[in-house]
Protein backbone atom coordinates (compact mmCIF):
# COMPACT_ATOMS: atom_id res chain seq x y z
CA UNK A 1 0.00 0.00 0.00
CA UNK A 2 1.64 3.17 -0.94
CA UNK A 3 1.95 5.92 1.16
CA UNK A 4 1.13 9.41 1.83
CA UNK A 5 2.98 11.27 -1.56
CA UNK A 6 3.79 14.91 -1.46
CA UNK A 7 4.88 16.86 -4.88
CA UNK A 8 7.35 17.94 -5.35
CA UNK A 9 10.09 16.84 -3.08
CA UNK A 10 12.26 20.17 -3.33
CA UNK A 11 11.27 23.76 -4.62
CA UNK A 12 13.27 27.20 -4.96
CA UNK A 13 10.88 30.02 -5.47
CA UNK A 14 11.79 33.85 -5.84
CA UNK A 15 9.42 36.03 -3.34
CA UNK A 16 6.83 37.49 -4.67
CA UNK A 17 6.22 34.36 -6.68
CA UNK A 18 3.64 31.95 -5.45
CA UNK A 19 3.88 27.92 -5.25
CA UNK A 20 1.39 24.85 -5.56
CA UNK A 21 2.28 21.57 -3.16
CA UNK A 22 0.77 18.52 -3.66
CA UNK A 23 -0.55 16.11 -1.64
CA UNK A 24 -1.78 12.49 -2.52
CA UNK A 25 -3.12 10.32 0.63
CA UNK A 26 -2.93 6.73 1.19
CA UNK A 27 -5.93 4.90 -1.11
CA UNK A 28 -8.86 5.18 0.78
CA UNK A 29 -7.59 8.17 3.00
CA UNK A 30 -10.48 11.19 2.93
CA UNK A 31 -8.82 13.32 5.63
CA UNK A 32 -6.24 15.56 5.07
CA UNK A 33 -3.77 17.97 6.76
CA UNK A 34 -1.18 20.51 5.95
CA UNK A 35 1.90 21.03 8.36
CA UNK A 36 4.85 23.83 8.25
CA UNK A 37 7.93 22.96 10.05
CA UNK A 38 10.42 25.45 10.39
CA UNK A 39 13.71 25.60 12.86
CA UNK A 40 12.29 28.51 14.79
CA UNK A 41 8.39 27.54 15.17
CA UNK A 42 8.50 23.80 14.94
CA UNK A 43 5.58 21.73 13.51
CA UNK A 44 2.40 24.17 12.72
CA UNK A 45 -1.01 22.97 11.73
CA UNK A 46 -1.91 24.95 8.59
CA UNK A 47 -5.50 23.18 7.65
CA UNK A 48 -7.24 19.86 7.29
CA UNK A 49 -9.95 18.75 4.41
CA UNK A 50 -12.36 16.42 4.67
CA UNK A 51 -14.32 15.36 1.73
CA UNK A 52 -13.42 18.63 -0.01
CA UNK A 53 -14.24 20.72 2.93
CA UNK A 54 -12.46 22.39 4.98
CA UNK A 55 -12.66 21.59 8.58
CA UNK A 56 -10.13 23.23 10.17
CA UNK A 57 -7.54 26.20 9.64
CA UNK A 58 -4.35 27.40 11.99
CA UNK A 59 -3.35 30.71 12.64
CA UNK A 60 -1.59 31.66 9.11
CA UNK A 61 -2.17 34.63 6.49
CA UNK A 62 -5.01 34.45 4.09
CA UNK A 63 -1.80 34.23 1.94
CA UNK A 64 -1.71 30.32 2.65
CA UNK A 65 -5.04 28.46 0.89
CA UNK A 66 -5.75 24.75 0.10
CA UNK A 67 -8.27 22.94 -1.40
CA UNK A 68 -9.30 18.93 -1.86
CA UNK A 69 -10.63 17.33 -4.83
CA UNK A 70 -13.08 14.30 -4.58
CA UNK A 71 -10.46 11.74 -5.01
CA UNK A 72 -8.68 12.98 -1.77
CA UNK A 73 -5.90 14.73 -3.38
CA UNK A 74 -5.44 18.24 -1.85
CA UNK A 75 -3.43 21.33 -2.89
CA UNK A 76 -2.15 23.92 -1.02
CA UNK A 77 -1.04 27.27 -2.27
CA UNK A 78 1.19 30.61 -0.88
CA UNK A 79 0.51 33.66 -2.87
CA UNK A 80 2.93 36.32 -2.29
CA UNK A 81 6.66 34.34 -1.44
CA UNK A 82 8.35 35.79 1.85
CA UNK A 83 11.53 34.57 2.74
CA UNK A 84 9.85 33.19 6.34
CA UNK A 85 7.86 30.76 3.93
CA UNK A 86 10.89 28.72 3.51
CA UNK A 87 10.15 26.03 5.37
CA UNK A 88 9.43 21.75 4.83
CA UNK A 89 5.68 21.74 4.45
CA UNK A 90 4.03 18.17 5.44
CA UNK A 91 0.68 16.28 4.78
CA UNK A 92 -0.66 14.01 6.64
CA UNK A 93 -3.64 11.84 5.66
CA UNK A 94 -6.09 9.84 7.98
CA UNK A 95 -9.02 7.68 7.22
CA UNK A 96 -11.66 10.03 8.75
CA UNK A 97 -11.20 13.15 10.96
CA UNK A 98 -11.66 10.99 13.87
CA UNK A 99 -8.91 8.96 13.92
CA UNK A 100 -5.92 10.50 15.32
CA UNK A 101 -3.24 8.01 13.83
CA UNK A 102 -1.96 10.37 10.64
CA UNK A 103 0.06 8.96 8.18
CA UNK A 104 3.14 11.92 7.03
CA UNK A 105 4.45 12.12 3.80
CA UNK A 106 7.89 12.94 3.60
CA UNK A 107 7.74 16.67 2.72
CA UNK A 108 8.03 19.47 0.29
CA UNK A 109 11.37 21.68 1.40
CA UNK A 110 10.22 24.81 -0.08
CA UNK A 111 13.12 27.70 -0.57
CA UNK A 112 12.39 30.96 -1.04
CA UNK A 113 15.00 33.41 -2.32
CA UNK B 1 -6.56 21.37 23.02
CA UNK B 2 -4.17 20.62 26.59
CA UNK B 3 -1.10 21.95 26.58
CA UNK B 4 1.90 19.40 27.05
CA UNK B 5 5.54 19.73 28.53
CA UNK B 6 8.33 17.56 27.46
CA UNK B 7 11.47 17.35 28.20
CA UNK B 8 13.58 19.29 25.63
CA UNK B 9 16.63 16.42 25.01
CA UNK B 10 17.60 13.09 26.06
CA UNK B 11 20.93 10.83 26.29
CA UNK B 12 21.02 7.36 25.93
CA UNK B 13 22.78 4.24 25.37
CA UNK B 14 22.09 1.53 22.97
CA UNK B 15 20.60 -1.34 24.81
CA UNK B 16 18.28 0.64 27.34
CA UNK B 17 14.89 1.32 27.79
CA UNK B 18 14.30 5.01 27.47
CA UNK B 19 11.49 6.99 29.56
CA UNK B 20 9.83 10.01 28.03
CA UNK B 21 7.29 11.53 30.42
CA UNK B 22 4.94 14.25 29.37
CA UNK B 23 2.81 16.49 31.25
CA UNK B 24 -0.55 17.78 30.28
CA UNK B 25 -2.10 18.79 33.43
CA UNK B 26 -5.12 20.24 31.71
CA UNK B 27 -6.21 17.13 30.06
CA UNK B 28 -10.01 17.34 28.89
CA UNK B 29 -12.21 14.21 29.57
CA UNK B 30 -12.18 13.34 25.96
CA UNK B 31 -8.73 13.58 25.07
CA UNK B 32 -6.33 11.07 23.87
CA UNK B 33 -2.52 11.03 24.36
CA UNK B 34 -0.23 10.16 21.28
CA UNK B 35 3.58 10.03 20.62
CA UNK B 36 4.88 10.33 16.83
CA UNK B 37 8.24 10.01 16.05
CA UNK B 38 10.32 12.20 13.83
CA UNK B 39 13.58 11.85 12.05
CA UNK B 40 15.35 14.81 10.10
CA UNK B 41 13.51 16.16 6.96
CA UNK B 42 10.85 13.20 7.13
CA UNK B 43 7.53 13.80 8.48
CA UNK B 44 6.81 12.41 11.65
CA UNK B 45 5.43 9.02 12.33
CA UNK B 46 2.59 7.46 14.59
CA UNK B 47 4.42 5.42 17.42
CA UNK B 48 1.32 5.13 19.93
CA UNK B 49 -1.98 6.56 21.68
CA UNK B 50 -4.05 5.38 24.87
CA UNK B 51 -6.41 6.97 26.62
CA UNK B 52 -5.97 5.02 30.32
CA UNK B 53 -3.52 2.72 31.99
CA UNK B 54 -1.23 1.03 29.73
CA UNK B 55 -0.75 0.36 26.13
CA UNK B 56 1.22 -1.65 24.03
CA UNK B 57 2.64 -2.43 20.63
CA UNK B 58 5.71 -3.54 18.71
CA UNK B 59 7.37 -0.63 19.56
CA UNK B 60 6.40 1.08 22.65
CA UNK B 61 4.46 0.87 25.70
CA UNK B 62 2.26 3.95 26.86
CA UNK B 63 2.02 3.90 31.01
CA UNK B 64 -0.73 6.74 32.33
CA UNK B 65 -1.69 7.07 35.50
CA UNK B 66 -5.61 7.93 36.96
CA UNK B 67 -5.43 11.19 36.95
CA UNK B 68 -3.91 11.32 33.38
CA UNK B 69 -2.20 14.12 33.87
CA UNK B 70 1.01 13.11 33.11
CA UNK B 71 1.76 9.78 30.75
CA UNK B 72 5.19 8.24 30.02
CA UNK B 73 6.72 6.45 26.60
CA UNK B 74 8.64 3.25 27.02
CA UNK B 75 11.09 2.34 24.52
CA UNK B 76 12.70 -1.20 25.33
CA UNK B 77 16.21 -1.78 24.88
CA UNK B 78 16.88 1.34 21.97
CA UNK B 79 18.85 1.16 19.00
CA UNK B 80 21.00 4.12 17.62
CA UNK B 81 18.19 4.12 14.60
CA UNK B 82 15.72 5.46 17.71
CA UNK B 83 17.74 8.71 17.95
CA UNK B 84 14.94 11.13 16.98
CA UNK B 85 12.38 13.66 17.88
CA UNK B 86 9.62 12.41 19.79
CA UNK B 87 6.38 14.54 20.60
CA UNK B 88 3.73 13.77 22.81
CA UNK B 89 0.07 15.00 21.52
CA UNK B 90 -3.04 15.49 23.98
CA UNK B 91 -6.69 16.19 22.36
CA UNK B 92 -9.57 15.27 21.16
CA UNK B 93 -10.50 12.24 19.04
CA UNK B 94 -12.10 14.81 16.52
CA UNK B 95 -9.28 15.59 13.65
CA UNK B 96 -5.60 16.45 12.51
CA UNK B 97 -4.98 19.81 14.27
CA UNK B 98 -2.66 18.39 15.65
CA UNK B 99 -0.67 20.81 18.40
CA UNK B 100 3.10 20.08 17.96
CA UNK B 101 5.35 21.23 20.84
CA UNK B 102 8.78 21.38 20.70
CA UNK B 103 9.15 17.62 21.16
CA UNK B 104 12.15 15.63 23.05
CA UNK B 105 15.21 15.17 20.86
CA UNK B 106 16.29 11.77 21.78
CA UNK B 107 20.29 10.84 21.13
CA UNK B 108 21.26 7.13 21.47
CA UNK B 109 24.77 6.80 22.12
CA UNK B 110 26.67 3.49 21.18
Known amino acids: KAGVTQTPRYLIKTRGQQVTLSCSPI?????VSWYQQTPGQGLQFLFE???????NKGNFPGRFSGRQFSNSRSEMNVSTLELGDSALYLC????????????FGQGTRLTVV | LAKTTQPISMDSYEGQEVNITCSHNNIATNDYITWYQQFPSQGPRFIIQGYKTKVTNEVASLFIPADRKSSTLSLPRVSLSDTAVYYCLVGEDYGQNFVFGPGTRLSVLP
Open chain 1, 27 to 31: SGHRS
Open chain 1, 92 to 103: ASSQDPRNTEAF
Open chain 1, 49 to 55: YFSETQR
